[in-house]
């Protein structure tokens, strides 16, 4: 089975300065894709970036960047400039190809955005 | 993407009563519905994975005759929670795949409290 690991659960940045978040997963697979979504207080899941393991250039999302290793299988997110809206749960998730896959997500990572 | 409403919102409700959540993809027509709980603090659990026109697949562990699915047509699907009680109270979330059918796109979700 597919796992995503999140080994931060917190973690702080102040405002204008970079970040980044943590994510690993273990598959079998050699297809895949794998997402970060931010959760707000509001609670609404917004997608931040989205990476198909196929290619092998990083995602980037205006200041959202991510450092995907196939091999390592690890797949980061990089926040540059941080703003207070930043200021969320992050979550990371991962599905294999095919229309009968579901999302895995990890548990999480709480950001804190300070003055 | 792929815009998604929830409906209602917030629900507060007592014990022993059903209680419907509606979720409505938007903007195209969605054949596959997912939907989520989530308790404080923790990751997104996938229920189930909700078919239009035929039956739900459930996960392990949830009770099919607790929450009752329908997806009539292809863009509503819904979630009953049959005879609530206090240990329900959760946020449901509800998400389809884009029209690219890559990406989950998640709706605001709905805060269910049974007294």
């Known amino acids: 089975a597919q796992t995503v690991t999140q080994s931060q659960p917190e973690m702080s940045v102040q405002e204008a300065e970079t970040v980044t978040l943590s994510c690993t997963y273990d598959?079998?697979?050699?297809?895949?894709?794998l997402f970060w979504y931010k959760q707000p207080p509001s609670r609404q899941m917004i997608l931040v970036i989205r990476?198909?393991?196929?290619?092998?250039q990083n995602a980037t999302e205006n200041r959202f960047s991510v450092n995907f290793q196939k091999a390592a299988k690890s797949f980061s997110l990089k926040i540059s400039d941080s703003q207070l809206g930043d200021a969320a749960m992050y979550f990371c998730?991962?599905?294999?190809?095919?229309?009968?896959?579901?999302?895995?997500f990890g548990t999480g990572t709480r950001l804190q955005v300070t003055l | 993407g792929a815009v998604v409403s929830q409906h209602p919102s917030r629900v507060i409700c007592k014990s022993g009563t059903s209680v419907k959540i509606e979720c409505r993809s938007l903007?195209?027509?969605?054949?596959?519905m997912f939907w989520y709980r989530q308790f404080p603090k923790q990751s997104l659990m996938l229920m189930a994975t909700?078919?239009?026109?035929?039956?739900?697949?459930?996960e392990q562990g949830v009770e099919k005759d607790k929450f009752l699915i329908n997806h009539a047509s292809l863009t509503l699907s819904t979630l009953t929670v049959t005879s609530a009680h206090p240990e329900d109270s959760s946020f449901y979330i509800c998400?389809?795949?884009?029209?690219?059918?890559?990406?989950?796109?998640f709706g605001p979700g709905t805060r269910l409290l049974v007294l």
């Open positions: 990476q198909e393991a196929y290619k092998q």
């Open positions: 998400s389809v795949r884009g029209d690219s059918k890559e990406t989950q796109y």
């Open positions: 909700s078919n239009e026109g035929s039956k739900a697949t459930y």
């Open positions: 598959t079998s697979e050699s297809d895949y894709y």
């Open positions: 903007d195209f027509q969605a054949t596959t």
């Open positions: 998730a991962y599905r294999r190809t095919g229309t009968a896959s579901k999302l895995t």
